[in-house]
């Protein structure tokens, strides 16, 4: 095993303590047999020394065989579906370093082991991204507050110059911060990351988003290069319309999945998180991020499609789409205008 990182190991320590890892607390770190070794050195090294009874638990790849596609990259991994008595240890465990190679979010088995009042914690992006990324007390309140309006609104309307006229309805919606951190029983957290969004409930979402060039795909992890319109019609994508090949490759991805899930909406919200790039995506190597930076950069509309627990749909065919430039409207009161936050109580001061 490799020798720890000093500087690693202190970095990984300061997002522990975020996450309020404390000394006798058990600790799982999850690993699949490609899992990046250092980020295991390190968890370890820092779990240790915060005095946590830590533990490494490597997974199988999972096989897919039976998938239609190539599921990368979607955070939906299967690997812990053949694998009950490991769900039920991770049930009982305080604290969970999630180190596989596409995390284990969207899925039945997580969902479940959140229940059961675990913490886990998705580690995936370089170590520079990670140390610029770290959280803040002041964004964390901006994260917050931007909860609390979400929760408040009953709709969400979102328009740009590129063509996109999309409502949505909030009430009753899951609404959940994402902030880089999991410091509560039952929470889920990706390092790095720094947003709101809504789960909606109800299947009133309609209308047409239109991604313009520089808007963002994942799993693809691409910028778009062409026009592509997703058509909104109760509460699922109807069709995808364009004819560059961005258009052609949503298309295609979602339809070999033949499963109704995979058109549903899944969340909605927008990025606050001022330090992430947009332009990082063209700069790190696609195998070893998952894409935080683009998902979180202050002002983005980012909307989803795929898996929506509190709707009750699971799939694994979950698309992340980021977009630039969009005004987003809470009950008509406008959040962000063209890509730029305007609402005073989440407005950063400076």
């Not at 082991?113 to 959280?135: Q, S, T, V």
């Not at 430039?325 to 009950?331: E, K, T």
Request: hydrophobic share 45%; proline share 4%; net charge negative.
């Amino acid at each position: 095993m490799l020798q720890a990182n000093a500087a690693l190991t202190a970095l990984f320590l300061k997002e522990f303590e975020w996450c309020n890892v404390r000394g006798g607390e058990s600790a799982a770190i999850v690993t699949e047999p490609d899992s990046q070794e250092h980020y295991l050195v390190a968890s370890m090294a820092a779990l240790n020394a915060v005095g946590a009874r830590a533990f490494q638990l490597m997974v199988p790849v999972a096989p897919e065989t039976n998938l239609p596609v190539v599921a990368r990259g979607t955070g939906g991994s299967t690997v812990l579906e053949s694998l009950p008595t490991v769900v039920e240890l991770l049930k009982k465990t305080d604290f969970i370093v999630d180190l596989t190679v596409e995390g284990l979010i969207h899925s039945a088995e997580t969902e479940a082991i959140l229940k059961a009042g675990a913490r886990m914690l998705f580690i995936k992006e370089p170590a520079d991204a990670l140390a610029r990324l770290l959280p803040t007390e002041e964004r964390m309140g901006r994260i917050d507050r931007s909860v609390e309006l979400l929760r408040n609104a009953r709709t969400m309307t979102v328009t740009s110059k590129a063509g996109t006229n999309f409502k949505v309805e909030l009430a009753g919606a899951l609404v959940t911060g994402s902030r880089g951190f999991c410091n509560e029983r039952g929470r889920w957290a990706n390092w790095g990351q720094g947003l709101v969004a809504a789960y909606p409930v109800s299947t009133d979402a309609e209308g047409d988003v239109v991604l313009a060039p520089g808007d963002i795909v994942y799993p693809f992890k691409k910028y778009v290069d062409g026009r592509v319109m997703l058509r909104f019609r109760q509460g699922f994508v109807a069709s995808v319309e364009g004819e560059g090949i961005d258009a052609d490759l949503i298309r295609d991805y979602m339809e070999r999945w033949r499963e109704r899930n995979a058109y549903g909406i899944s969340h909605v919200g927008w990025g606050l998180h001022e330090r992430a790039l947009w332009h990082a995506l063209s700069l790190y190597e696609k195998r070893e991020m998952i894409g935080v930076d683009g998902r979180a950069f202050e002002g983005n509309f980012l909307i989803s499609t795929g898996p929506n627990h509190a709707a009750g749909r699971h799939t694994l065919c979950h698309f992340d789409i980021p977009m630039r430039n969009c005004s987003i409207f809470l009950d008509g009161a406008p959040v962000v205008i063209e890509g730029t936050i305007v609402e005073p109580s989440i407005r950063r001061s400076a």
